[in-house]
């Protein structure tokens, strides 16, 4: 009896740890934990919108759109030169149908810009897809749209554009913007700017940096119940 209480004292955590099971059982976890640590490190990533360069933007890209005359919106908010501007921005398609949000020009006049897109709205514009020269921009967070003044934005979202180029059914489209070139110029507007949407700092996701924080705690958690199944199976044969 003395033999198996001295028995029961002498087993510890690493002893039963060092087991060839409990070996393999260590190497799984820590196979899961690495899995979801280059999880968390890729969802923190993308926790950080990072701001194009002008370098980036100024690089031009040709897309044949046709314009949706129905879907012409006025984005507000834009800051220039400690001035407010408007950017007007439209809806198109190309040849395979696939939506392209477009910023047309801008006005640090609000009529101004209501009246190019009156008359963008009511013009006789040829069907035809047309050469559309510009720069690429990344979308933007949604926010609150005025109840009183729907055509009249806070930002550049495309998940919130589509909602409202097409709320009955799903709409096919691009993951970014086109900041037009050579438009502008033919309604008295001036091209979109993009000094107004640079920040100096990057945006935060904080979606994406809890879903993060979650990956991390999971890791943890795969080394902890390697370390409780451990336990468990030490307090076992101590009782016995």
């Known amino acids: 009896m003395a033999s198996l209480q001295n028995k029961a004292t002498r087993l510890s955590f690493w002893r039963v740890a060092v087991r060839p099971k409990y070996v393999a059982g260590l190497l799984l976890a820590l196979l899961a934990a690495s899995a979801f640590a280059w999880l968390g490190q890729w969802q923190l990533?993308?926790?950080?919108?990072?701001?194009?360069?002008?370098?980036?933007?100024?690089?031009?890209?040709?897309?044949?759109?046709?314009?949706?005359?129905?879907?012409?919106?006025?984005?507000?908010?834009r800051v220039q030169d400690q001035k407010q501007v408007f950017w007007l921005i439209a809806n198109s398609k190309d040849k395979s149908g696939k939506s392209l949000t477009l910023a047309l020009g801008q006005s640090d006049s609000l009529l101004k810009v209501e009246a190019v897109r009156f008359e963008l709205q009511n013009a006789a514009i040829a069907q035809a897809f047309m050469p559309t020269i510009?720069?690429?921009?990344?979308?933007?967070?949604?926010?609150?749209?005025?109840?009183d003044k729907p055509y009249l934005l806070k930002s550049v979202s495309i998940a919130?554009?589509?909602n409202l180029y097409s709320p009955d059914k799903p709409l096919a489209s691009y993951n970014d913007f086109l900041v037009v070139k050579g438009f502008a110029a033919n309604y008295s507007l001036?091209?979109?700017?993009?000094?107004a949407v640079l920040h100096p700092a990057p945006a935060i996701n904080w979606l994406s940096a809890f879903y993060a924080a979650e990956w991390v705690l999971f890791a943890g958690f795969a080394v902890f119940l390697w370390g409780r199944t451990v336990k468990d199976a030490l307090d076992a044969e101590r009782l016995n």
């Open 45 to 77: 990533e993308r926790s950080f919108t990072k701001d194009q360069t002008v370098e980036e933007i100024q690089q031009t890209v040709t897309v044949e759109t046709m314009l949706d005359q129905k879907n012409i919106y006025i984005v507000e908010g």
């Open 134 to 147: 510009g720069s690429w921009l990344p979308t933007e967070a949604p926010e609150k749209v005025d109840a």
């Open 160 to 162: 919130q554009l589509l």
């Open 190 to 195: 001036k091209l979109a700017d993009i000094s």
